[in-house]
């Protein structure tokens, strides 16, 4: 299966060059333009992006592996989200800051695509 065609249907996201953990995971720039930026993001058991924002205000999140990542907001008022997802599921997420934590025991892989 060829997963690049169908990433390009799905939208686009943003995420930071550089992390500022040596625990980070990886990031992968598969397409970006003007319309939409597609970014392939490995999490490793423990790994996590660093806090980030994302700016543009509608993304999609296909993930190619699934696993348990946690979701820290920013503001410390705010509560974690946990999300348990498999392979194969389609989140729709708004624009926010936030850190991602991988708190499970296998590796996830995603592909976060935002639109601009």
Known sequence: MNLKTPLILLGALSF???YA???SGTREVLLNNDKVEVVRLTYPPGTESGMHTHVHPNRTVYFVQGGKLELVPKDP???SK???VSAGKLLFLLATTHNVKNIGETEVVL???EIK
């Open 21 to 23: 953990h040596d625990n």
């Open 16 to 18: 930071p060059s550089v």
């Open 111 to 113: 592909i976060e695509n």
């Open 82 to 84: 946990i999300l348990e």
């Open 77 to 79: 008022n705010e509560t």
